[in-house]
């Protein structure tokens, strides 16, 4: 059954539903998967044990690598870092797929995430990005976008990069739906430059769905099939950084420039 529309026209929208998800290789044994999910759990374990010093950069960097490894996702990185050097910090923006691509950016450098509220409430996952800092958004309320575009704008100026998923929904493969604008207002407003960055999830090579998180998923779900996944890599390309044009880029327009970068040609595109 497909996902209903939103009631109201600014709202994020995905159509992707569990349907869209799919293993691209064979599952591994029973026994494996049972020795990634008690791995995961002493790594989550672990990490909630540190405090509130999992947010210390090298610390949070080092306990999401840690997490992808547990669950046997291999990360590969194309370019980088994430943030531009200069006097502000980077609003990064990506694609939106999967609950473990806060890990897999996190395991490249330490950002200020932007996430939906319900992320902080997932086992395990939630106390962990709670604790790294995160800004929470209530997608269904327009009424906070303001108060949330003017604290990544805050942290833009002070020197903190800042990670947003300006799809504002999962898509199964990551490259659907139109990049919301509002994010790119906190850029604007600090003189920030904007990096996007791709997202895409492999099996042996072969571009695959088992990672999405998507539609009526539930994260329980989510991850006894990501531990059931066979040869799983998540890769991140770091595209070059964009820079507002003084009198010609508004919001619109950057978040238009930033979504074809992002959704390059060598992206699976969703069907």
Known sequence: MPVPAPASAWAAWSPCTTRCVAHAAARVPASRAAG???????????????????????TLRAHAAAVLDALDIRLEVIGGPLSVPGDTGTLVVANHISWLDILALL?????????????GGWPGVG?????????????????????????????????????????GAT????????????????????GAPVRPVS?????????TTVAAFVGEDDFGSSVRRILG????????RVREPLWALPGVD???ALAARAQAAVCGAEMAVHG
Do not use: N
């Open 36 to 58: 990634r999910a008690a791995s995961f759990a002493r790594t989550v374990v672990s990490a909630l044990l540190r405090g509130r010093g999992i947010g210390e950069p090298a």
């Open 250 to 252: 508004d919001r619109r």
């Open 199 to 207: 997202l895409e999830y492999v099996q042996h090579g072969a571009p």
């Open 229 to 236: 996944a066979a040869g799983l890599t998540v890769r991140v």
């Open 107 to 119: 395991a490249v450098e330490p950002v200020t995430m932007l996430a939906k509220r319900e992320v």
């Open 171 to 190: 898509w199964c493969a990551g490259t659907g739906g139109r990049f919301r604008r509002a994010t790119f207002q906190a850029a604007l407003d600090a």
């Open 127 to 167: 106390p962990l990005v709670r604790r790294a800092g995160t800004l929470f958004i209530d997608r269904d309320s327009l009424r906070g976008l303001p108060d949330t575009v003017a604290a990544m704008s805050g942290q833009l100026r002070s020197g903190r990069s800042v990670m947003a998923f300006p799809q």
